[in-house]
DNA sequence: GAATTCTCTGTGAACGTTCACAGTGCGGCA
DNA sequence: TGCCGCACTGTGAACGTTCACAGAGAATTC
């Protein structure tokens, strides 16, 4: 006979079958101090031999609290769902949220009636803070999220809100300015490089990196724009080529687009790291599969999620304001350069 | 001045803004029919002056109903999320929910202690649902479910339980069995291949498949076994050229591991597709980045999200039983076979 | 020995909904 | 005229918690 009790326990139940009220079931639950130990005893066994779970919406009524926590996705496209470094992002979060009792909703704000949805998710109160992912910096739903006045925190800076939504994010200037003098100091001459897009932090500070190095004005000729994708990295790369056929070093600002940039080179002739030497960024799983293997700058992509986290938590908590946090990169030399 | 104001709109102010009483608020806002066009036009312009927006949390307590849906990621390592996979799936699900104003709560039961979180929350009832990921036959998740009696639904077929958790997957077995006629089609004579994880459909079925063909015992030494990560597709595709070194083809159990399989021929000196061919499974977007492009065999993996999210909301909506589907493959051809 | 503090406990109210029930007019029908 | 059904409305109770408050003893202080 299964033992599907068809009503759930509350917390009454818990009450009469460890023989204290109501509120010392719930004090020694939420840990409490003024709770005897015989109370605290009597309860725990009561617990489980009910069974017994709280109903967060009950508790939610009157906390006003959710222990939820919602994601968004605002990437406009379905390109977001292809970055591998939103599966580690999306790993880690859970894990860290899950931790804590923290529940994570997923919400994509693609389109106008994406983005209206999440806001009157928030507005409705059913979460207690906000995890931004790779905001553009001109999204609509920043604005809408300040007036909203919830804790939120970004993976990866928000162009143009540093100040206002703190973040965790990788080191990408210094980044790149570490390829790029490892390109230099290899002896590379003519050195081009591949960006991401320039409203994202990515993107941009990537370049500046590498500008840092090369100098601003040196390279104007030597810089081709992408996306993120393997296909405009495939693209860009082809551009470049014809531009400058005597190049002899890429910096590629995304593994997924050096992978494409390294399709392209293999395509047209030129041995790598031989001829072009190529480098990537984020050390990404696809940089260990690429032929050759990928030489590349490592995000701490896992260390970047957990403090987004703990941030947002640190919000939720009560903090004021929280500071955000840059993580330092590092260069892993493989084949490629 | 923002237009903060401290609390939010209960019900309570959108009645009395617009006049009537809070029952009736109520039946405007879900859609009973018994309320005046008079009334239910009150209710609009109150709630939109009011910002009024309904607390589930409340509306859960009375209800019994949470307007949450749980995703549960029941791979024991990371791989799942670097999964292509995975990827087309989670978007397709958070739409097609978002749609219907249900949240997707995310969970990963890897270990012991995410299982128990995850039985622990489906018990307190914060969830009308489950959406079952790649969940292996073994899995005492399973087992746990079973007994929280909570609407459940797969997305591919959970091995051995078929009759239990209902399902939307792709034709894993007609797929294999449209490439294995397709290579002997094309002349080939020895025909090896390299399947996924046995406890898996996708692993077994395609096996299946695959022998329909060709024979059960006619491949017995052909066969070498992966578990859809690039790393093992390229240590089985080894295994199988130091058995079987004549070998003119090869079906592998997904792109991924394919991809592996084509770096390892390469490797090797084997000409793809003139000394070898190959074919993958799955058609995801690494398929058209390899060198040779892959042929391979499209799974509708959009479609079967769409499907997995239909039947999980009817059984929600109370129907008692839902029928599995099973939809169907297709073969793509490109260069590698 | 009285007053005060400290630890622990139970109780009533409140959180914001929905639902069942009990009306209230109003029109149609016998 | 009286009765019934129909369309619509308002009200009280309930959902399962937490929180503030008050009270009971025991321990401590004056």
Redesign the interface.
């Known amino acids: 006979m299964?033992?599907?009790n068809k009503r759930?326990p509350t917390i009454h139940d818990v009450a009469r079958a460890s023989g204290v009220s109501r509120g010392t079931v719930s004090r020694a639950l939420n840990g409490d101090p003024y709770v005897s130990t015989a109370a605290l005893a009597a309860v725990r066994r009561a617990v489980a031999e009910t069974?017994y779970?709280?109903?967060?919406?009950?508790r939610?009524?009157v906390t006003q609290r959710?222990g939820?926590v919602v994601m968004v996705l605002s990437e406009p496209q379905?390109k977001l769902?292809?970055d591998?470094n939103?599966?580690?992002l999306?790993?880690v979060a859970?894990?860290r949220l899950?931790q804590r009792?923290v529940?994570?909703?997923?919400?994509?704000a693609g389109d106008d009636g994406?983005r209206e949805?999440v806001v009157?998710?928030l507005?409705?109160?059913?979460a207690d803070g906000v995890l931004l992912l790779s905001a553009h910096s001109g999204d609509p739903l920043l604005a809408e999220l300040e007036?909203l006045?919830i804790p939120a925190v970004a993976c990866g800076a928000v162009l143009g809100r540093e100040g206002v939504i703190p973040y965790a994010a990788a080191d990408d200037r210094e980044g790149a300015r570490q390829m790029a003098q490892y390109l230099v100091d290899q002896g590379r001459k003519k050195i081009a490089t591949i960006t991401g897009p320039l409203d994202t932090p990515g993107g941009l500070n990537r370049l500046e990196g590498f500008c840092d190095v090369l100098g601003r004005k040196a390279v104007k000729k030597l810089i081709a724009h992408g996306d993120y994708s393997?296909h405009s990295g495939e693209a860009a790369m082809r551009e470049l080529l014809d531009r400058v056929p005597d190049l002899d070093a890429v910096f590629v600002g995304s593994d997924l687009m050096a992978?494409?940039a390294l399709?392209v080179l293999?395509e047209r002739g030129r041995r790598v790291p031989e001829d072009v030497a190529v480098g990537g960024f984020d050390d990404s799983?696809i940089a260990g599969?690429t032929?050759p293997k990928l030489t590349t700058v490592r995000q701490p992509l896992e260390q970047v999620a957990t403090e987004t986290v703990r941030l947002l938590l640190e919000l939720i908590d009560g903090a004021e304001t929280v500071e955000s946090l840059v993580l330092s990169t590092e260069l892993v030399t493989r084949e490629s350069a």
Do not use: C, I, K, Q
């Open positions: 299964p033992v599907t759930r069974g779970v709280v109903n967060r919406a009950a939610s009524l959710t939820t379905e769902f292809e591998p939103f599966s580690v999306l790993r859970t894990r899950a009792d529940a994570l909703v997923m919400m994509v994406d949805r009157r998710y507005r409705g109160g059913h007036t006045a393997r992978a494409g399709a293999r799983a599969s032929h």
